[in-house]
């Protein structure tokens, strides 16, 4: 038991760094989000051009990205390490990659000569030069995508080895390449020629962030072999897990483009705070639950692979990532649902963007917080069932979250809003309440189905239970603190309220002797490296 909890401390350490890379990597990519801004602003035709090229290039990465082959790549692989079966494991690697760059060469071919129908799926009302501009972006950026596919192979490979911290920072390089092209030639040139320069910093971003992952890979994977053989059943067990999770990737893509069209269909502006929100409320999922997730994926793997209490050994590692996640969204949904309007204020009111669009991006928060807390600890279920090879059954309950999001959110969106007597425009907060609503019954498939298949998991009643006590109170102290300081300058007044958020809520934790908080400012005082790999 004692060999158990130190596994599940280490792996708490593995969690902290891909939490570390995701928040670098995310504020510098809220720094390239603020020069682009700058140069471009909000309203022209360049600014339109790119971000609509943006999102198709976009959606090949997400397809073919990270997720699809964390869920069906790493669980094989890390298996393979685990049995240290090297050989196996090189051939592996390589006939992957092989069979992802011949896929996705002919996939960003096939979109560069069908660019101007995609166009016309995307942005119909594009026309004339802006049209022109928009095809030409797609056409530069599509190869920059594909190389952006391939380094989430890299990721894969490197996370198998417990590099985490590596693979997640990797996307700052884009972010800097992107930064430095604006810097470069804002102001010298005009917007619809930085558009096309910014495009090209884009795919030397890329091919940047996948260059500085390779050394590492080729020194971990010393028997790499690029091939196309299908012969290695182990290659095989990939190809047939990518698919029932290529097909969830892509119902989420379009569950996605649902949102946007529902809340197209609401008063202007509800778009724009939609986006506004998903940044903010995507976050905590993305470090906690994603960092969480990342570490113990191939941790489970290689403990399914040794055949040893496999069950037992997959519910510790589970309760013990879920108290971890639970830890930090608790008071994350919290401070949404008491102090979006804070938060809101802080990053986007400046401008045009007064204190009342920060109350309307603070009713979108708060509608995300009843499902906040079941989607986050949905993934770390997910990455259990993709640990035991099984990507089949997630992605029949993605298919059921999906379904019941479209529904709920049409109603709740749209005629929900006129039942109240309330403004159309809160319709969209209604989008993100119905998207929790369909994120708790996805998690309670999840749970019931595990549970049959490992045994009890789950977070007590008593835990959770504290967890919300203690947000409570650091609630109470943030409201406090607001109406004591009155009105500030939107920065100042996040900082003079949540800095004293943070603290009640880690004192009331540690009172209520909620152990993680040890683990927790531990992880901030002596972040660990990286384990070494064998070689």
């Known amino acids: 038991m004692r060999g158990s909890a130190r596994r599940e401390t280490g792996t708490g350490r593995l969690a902290f760094l891909v939490a570390a890379g995701i928040l670098l990597s995310r504020l510098v990519g809220l720094v390239r989000q603020r020069v682009f801004a700058h140069y471009f602003g909000q309203v022209s035709d360049a600014a ?50 092989a069979i992802l760059a011949l896929v996705t060469s002919v996939l960003v071919l096939a979109g560069v000569l069908a660019t101007p129908y995609l166009i016309d799926g995307i942005a119909p009302g594009f026309s004339g030069a802006k049209r022109e501009l928009t095809i030409r972006l797609v056409r530069i950026l599509f190869p920059g995508a594909g190389l ?15 590099r985490f911290f590596l693979s997640y920072t990797a996307p700052v390089i884009w972010n800097l390449a ?3 092209t604006l810097v470069l030639y ?7 020629p930085l558009a096309v320069a910014l495009a090209w910093g884009s795919v030397v971003g890329s091919a940047l962030q996948f260059g500085v992952q390779l050394p590492w890979v080729f020194r971990l994977v010393r028997r790499l072999r690029p091939s196309l053989s299908l012969r290695s059943s182990s290659v095989r067990t990939v190809l047939s897990s990518f698919v ?7 119902v989420v893509q379009i569950s996605a483009y649902v949102d946007t069209l529902l809340a197209s269909l609401l008063p202007t502006g509800a778009v724009a705070a939609l986006s506004n929100a998903q940044l903010l409320y995507t976050l905590p999922v993305s470090l906690f639950g994603m960092s969480v997730s990342a570490a113990e ?11 040893t209490d496999v069950s037992g050994d997959l519910r510790r ?3 013990a990532g879920l108290r971890r996640i639970a830890f930090f969204i608790v008071p994350a949904a919290m401070a949404f649902l008491a102090l979006g309007d804070v938060i809101a204020a802080a990053l986007f009111q400046t401008g045009l963007f007064r204190h009342a669009d920060a109350i309307y991006v603070w009713g979108i928060l708060a509608g995300s917080t009843v499902g906040l807390l079941a989607t986050t600890l949905g993934r770390l279920y997910s990455s259990t069932y993709y640990a035991l090879i099984d990507t089949r059954t997630p992605l029949r309950y993605a298919l059921i979250r999906v379904a019941l999001t479209s529904a709920l959110g049409y109603f709740c969106a749209l005629p929900l809003p006129r039942i109240l007597g309330i403004e159309q425009r809160w319709g969209v907060a209604g989008l993100t309440a119905s998207a929790g609503i369909a994120g708790w019954v996805e998690f309670a498939l999840l749970r019931r189905t595990l549970n049959r298949r490992i045994g009890t998991t789950g977070l007590p009643i008593g835990f959770v239970a504290r967890l919300w006590l203690a947000a409570g109170a650091a609630a109470a102290a943030g409201w406090a603190m607001k109406l004591a300081i009155g009105p500030r300058h939107p920065v100042l007044a996040a900082a003079l309220i949540l800095g004293p958020y943070v603290v009640v809520y880690f004192a009331a934790a540690a009172l209520l002797k909620i152990e993680e908080v040890r683990g927790a400012l531990r992880r901030f005082k002596y972040p660990s490296p990286e384990p070494r790999t064998r070689p």
């Open 244 to 250: 029932p999770v290529f097909i969830s990737r892509g």
């Open 317 to 319: 590692r589970l309760d």
């Open 297 to 307: 994926l191939p941790a489970m793997s290689g403990a399914v692979a040794s055949q």
């Open 148 to 162: 952006l596919v391939l380094s989430a192979w890299c990721l894969g490979i490197l996370n198998s080895h417990r």
């Open 178 to 180: 992107m930064i430095g």
């Open 186 to 192: 804002g102001g010298r040139v005009e917007q619809f």
């Open 48 to 97: 339109d051009a790119f971000n609509a090229a943006f999102r198709i290039p976009n959606f090949l990465q997400n397809l073919f990205g990270e997720g699809v082959l964390s869920a069906s790549f790493i669980p094989v692989y890390s298996g393979l390490l685990a049995r240290e079966d090297d050989q196996e494991a090189g051939h592996v690697a390589g006939a992957v990659a």
